[in-house]
C-alpha cells in the first residue's frame, strides 16, 4: 500500500501567520491527493481534492499544491477557527491511505 | 442538505459481529460511490471500505479484507458495514461519507459524525 507521511507532526503558529504542511507519498500518486481537516470532537472535513482544487466553501487562505510524491498545504494567515488536525490522503491507488496528521496549535 | 447519519455502534465482544448503518439524505444516493472510514481513540483517521454507485465494486483495507464486508441498499438510501471477527484494534469511531463525484470514486466531501464501536470483553 502507499505510505504517506505527513511533517511537522505539530505546527505551533501564531494568528496572521503562514502556515506550510507537507505530505510525501511513497509512491507517485499523480493529483489525487486530498487535504482534510478535523476540529476536536468533530467529523473532518474536506478542504482540497485534487491536490490544488478547492471544496466548496472553503476560504482562499487555503491553497494545495505538488504531484507525483510531495504535496504542500499552505494557509496564508491562520484564524482561530483554523487550529486543528490536518490530514492528506491519496485516492489513486488502492487501499486508500491518509497521512497520520499535522496538528495545527496556538503558539 | 446532505446529511449522513450513522448508528449500530455499541460495545461488543472480541469474536463478535456487529452491523453499521448509514441513513443518505439530500442528495442522489444511487449516483455516488460510498466510504466508510474510521478513527481510533486519540488517533489518525484509517480508511476502511469504498462501495460504487451501483454497488457492483467494493475494495477494502488490508486491515479489515475478509472480515468486514460493506454493502448498500439503493431504493432506501442505506450504507452497511458488517463487521465479523471483531478485534480490540476494531475499536473506533467509524464513519460513513460520500464521494464527491457520481459514478467514480475520489474524495469525500461529506461525512457523517460517526459511531462508536468499542470491541472489549
Known amino acids: 500500500e502507499i505510505v504517506m507521511t505527513q511533517s511537522p507532526v505539530t505546527l505551533s503558529v501564531s494568528p496572521g501567520e503562514r502556515a506550510t504542511l507537507s505530505c510525501r507519498a511513497s509512491?507517485?500518486?499523480?493529483?489525487?491527493l486530498a487535504w482534510y481537516h478535523q476540529k476536536p470532537g468533530q467529523a473532518p472535513s474536506l478542504l482540497i481534492f485534487?491536490?490544488?482544487t478547492r471544496a466548496t466553501g472553503v476560504p482562499a487562505r487555503f491553497s494545495g499544491s505538488g504531484s507525483g510524491t510531495d504535496f504542500t498545504l499552505t494557509i496564508s494567515s491562520l484564524q482561530s477557527e483554523d487550529f486543528a488536525v490536518y490530514y492528506c490522503?491519496?485516492?489513486?491507488?488502492?487501499?486508500?491511505?491518509f497521512g497520520g496528521g499535522t496538528k495545527v496549535e496556538i503558539q | 442538505q446532505v446529511q449522513l447519519v450513522e448508528s449500530g455502534g455499541g460495545v461488543v465482544q472480541p469474536g463478535r459481529s456487529l452491523r453499521l448503518s448509514c441513513a443518505a439524505s439530500?442528495?442522489?444516493?444511487?449516483?455516488?460511490?460510498m466510504h466508510w472510514v474510521r478513527q481510533a481513540p486519540g488517533q489518525g483517521l484509517e480508511w476502511v471500505a469504498v462501495?460504487?454507485?451501483?454497488?457492483?465494486?467494493?475494495y477494502y483495507a488490508d486491515s479489515v479484507r475478509g472480515r468486514f464486508a460493506i454493502s448498500r441498499d439503493n431504493p432506501t438510501n442505506r450504507l452497511y458495514l458488517h463487521m465479523d471477527s471483531l478485534r480490540p484494534d476494531d475499536t473506533a469511531v467509524y464513519y460513513c461519507?460520500?464521494?464527491?463525484?457520481?459514478?467514480?470514486?475520489?474524495?469525500?466531501?461529506?461525512w457523517g459524525q460517526g459511531t462508536l464501536v468499542t470491541v472489549s470483553s
Open positions: 461519507a460520500k464521494d464527491r463525484v457520481p459514478y467514480y470514486f475520489d474524495s469525500a466531501d461529506y
Open positions: 439530500g442528495f442522489t444516493f444511487g449516483d455516488y460511490g
Open positions: 462501495i460504487s454507485y451501483g454497488g457492483g465494486d467494493t
Open positions: 509512491e507517485s500518486v499523480s493529483s489525487k
Open positions: 485534487g491536490a490544488s
Open positions: 490522503q491519496q485516492y489513486d491507488k488502492w487501499p486508500l491511505t
